[in-house]
């Protein structure tokens, strides 16, 4: 089985505009599918490869190309990592943001509704948080909120009441169980769409993943040469929207700053005017790719 099959391969990589002496960071290594394309227009550059997944550096310990350097880590700290190396700049950032395939083909993950485990869900095994505790611990409200802010489930709050008045019955301990609490809130004939959007909302609150983009984020105004080019692959609207206003202004929320004139203080130059989406041809052989939103900038 293949460990991760990379989207939009051949768009992100051109993207990145690689010079054979450059050094390139990717944020999520995840099965080394970009990373080994990056590595394949290397002639004397380099490349640092992030990922907090105990699987992926089994993967990344496969690569013996002298140009290479990976570190387990979420990319939250990237920046620090570099400056540790000395490496003060560089000419590429990529991140394919979300869940690798090998996190759903994986049934002990915990990541997809299909499987019959303990909701997991953390991207990093090492982490103190799990869906399952979630699920077991959170209050209505807090439920809600997660549901409705995270997953856009439009009952959250039925739901939210569900899974609390399950589990003073019997707490959580497997995928069953949740699905049984939760059954009479899914709409007709909606049930993978719907269930999609929980385990989004479970998902993105148990790696606390938009404020870690954001956090990434800010520190790639800090690592970007001018002229080096900001690769990021999203796959719903919640990460797209922070993507997308971080090229667009240089702040995650959106807010533009302004000279004494009044003119826009903008860090980079769009080089993707509109999201690019994946072809179908893509899209028939790999699922993640119907989802997929890729945008490009320029560091001015």
Do not use: W
């Not at 105990?54 to 880590?73: P, V, Y």
């Not at 700053?257 to 052989?285: C, H, Q, S, Y």
């Amino acid at each position: 089985m293949v460990y991760h099959k990379p989207v939009l391969l051949k768009e992100s990589i051109d993207g990145l505009n690689i010079r054979h002496d450059g050094t390139y960071v990717d944020l999520t290594f995840g099965g080394g599918g970009h990373s080994r394309e990056i590595l394949s227009q290397l002639d004397g550059g380099r490349l640092i490869a992030f990922d907090q997944d105990t699987d992926a550096e089994t993967e990344a310990l496969k690569i013996t190309d002298r140009q290479f350097m990976f570190i387990r880590s979420n990319f939250r700290f990237f920046r620090n990592f570099l400056r540790y190396y000395k490496i003060d700049m560089v000419d590429g950032i990529l991140a394919d943001l979300g869940i690798s395939s090998h996190h759903i083909d994986t049934p002990e993950r915990g990541f997809s509704f299909r499987s019959g485990v303990s909701p997991d869900m953390r991207m990093n095994l090492d982490g103190p948080l799990t869906a399952l505790d979630i699920l077991n611990s959170y209050n209505i409200e807090n439920l809600g909120n997660i549901l409705r802010i995270y997953g856009e489930v439009h009952n959250a709050e039925k739901v939210a009441r569900a899974i609390v008045n399950a589990r003073e019955k019997q707490p959580f301990n497997d995928m069953a169980g949740l699905l049984e609490a939760i059954s009479g809130c899914i709409p007709p004939r909606q049930e993978s769409k719907y269930l999609a959007k929980v385990f989004q909302a479970l998902r993105i609150e148990v790696n606390n993943e938009l404020e870690v983009l954001k956090h990434m984020l800010l520190q790639v105004l800090l690592s970007l040469k001018k002229d080096g080019r900001l690769v990021v692959i999203s796959y719903h609207s919640l990460e797209d929207r922070i993507v997308k206003n971080f090229m667009r202004t240089g702040k995650p929320e959106g807010s533009l700053d302004k000279d004494f004139f009044g003119n826009p203080l903008v860090p980079f130059e769009l080089v993707t005017r509109k999201v690019v989406m994946a072809e179908e041809v893509e899209i028939k052989t790999n699922k993640r790719a119907r989802s997929a939103r890729l945008r490009i900038a320029r560091r001015n």
